[in-house]
T-cell receptor, first 117, second 116 residues
Framework: AQKVTQAQTEISVVEKEDVTLDCVYE???????LFWYKQPPSGELVFLIR??????QNEISGRYSWNFQKSTSSFNFTITASQVVDSAVYFC??????????????FGTGTKLQVIP | GAVVSQHPSRVICKSGTSVKIECRSL??????MFWYRQFPKKSLMLMAT?????????EQGVEKDKFLINHASLTLSTLTVTSAHPEDSSFYIC????????????FGSGTQLSVL
């Protein structure tokens, strides 16, 4: 069975601080996908990143960066120089890789980030 | 980018009535759509996988007769909550799988259902 753990329920930071959101996952699959999604107060889910299990290269996109450590089953997300607009709930997710692509997506419980001006 | 439209965004209904939620992929064909339910301050729980032209696959514990899913075309899946009760009040989100985009999932904006 798959499981995604986001131990941080809520985080508050002051604007311009860096913040790291933790994600630890469990799966028996050797091939899988990891995701991060952002859910602003309006409710919609915004895709941030998808990472294949065989690609451990870290990725940076603007103020966002992701650290994938297969050895510790972690896929942490760092926001550099946080802004008020970053305030949202962030979900880490995992999907198995069935034939033709991934199937079910298992979400973590989310981390609510509040950036204080 | 690809857009998934979900309608309505908010619905309030009386107990015992049925509510239909639509999920449309606007600029791509989605052979597979997923329906999630999110309780307040909780994660998203997969309810069912909707496959175009065939029966939906429900997750364990989800009542298929209560949550009717129809995926009649490559761009539309509907979720009907039949005989809704207050415990069905929740945030429902659909997602569509677009194979051409290296299989990203695109999410709708969600529907907040409140059953009085």
């Amino acid at each position: 069975a798959q499981k995604v753990t986001q131990a941080q329920t809520e985080i508050s930071v002051v604007e311009k601080e860096d913040v790291t959101l933790d994600c630890v996952y469990e799966t028996r699959d050797t091939t899988y996908y990891l995701f991060w999604y952002k859910q602003p107060p309006s409710g919609e889910l915004v895709f941030l990143i998808r990472r294949n299990s065989f690609d451990e290269q870290n990725e940076i996109s603007g103020r966002y960066s992701w650290n994938f450590q297969k050895s510790t089953s972690s896929f942490n997300f760092t926001i550099t120089a946080s802004q008020v607009v970053d305030s949202a709930v962030y979900f880490c997710a995992l999907s198995e890789a069935g034939s033709g692509g991934y199937q079910k997506v298992t979400f973590g419980t989310g981390t609510k980030l509040q950036v204080i001006p | 980018g690809a857009v998934v439209s979900q309608h309505p965004s908010r619905v309030i209904c009386k107990s015992g009535t049925s509510v239909k939620i639509e999920c449309r992929s606007l600029d791509f064909q989605a052979t597979t759509m997923f329906w999630y339910r999110q309780f307040p301050k909780k994660s998203l729980m997969l309810m069912a996988t909707s496959n175009e032209g065939s029966k939906a696959t429900y997750e364990q514990g989800v009542e298929k007769d209560k949550f009717l899913i129809n995926h009649a075309s490559l761009t539309l899946s509907t979720l009907t909550v039949t005989s809704a009760h207050p415990e069905d009040s929740s945030f429902y989100i659909c997602s569509a799988r677009w194979v051409a985009t290296n299989e990203k999932l695109f999410f709708g904006s969600g529907t907040q259902l409140s059953v009085l």
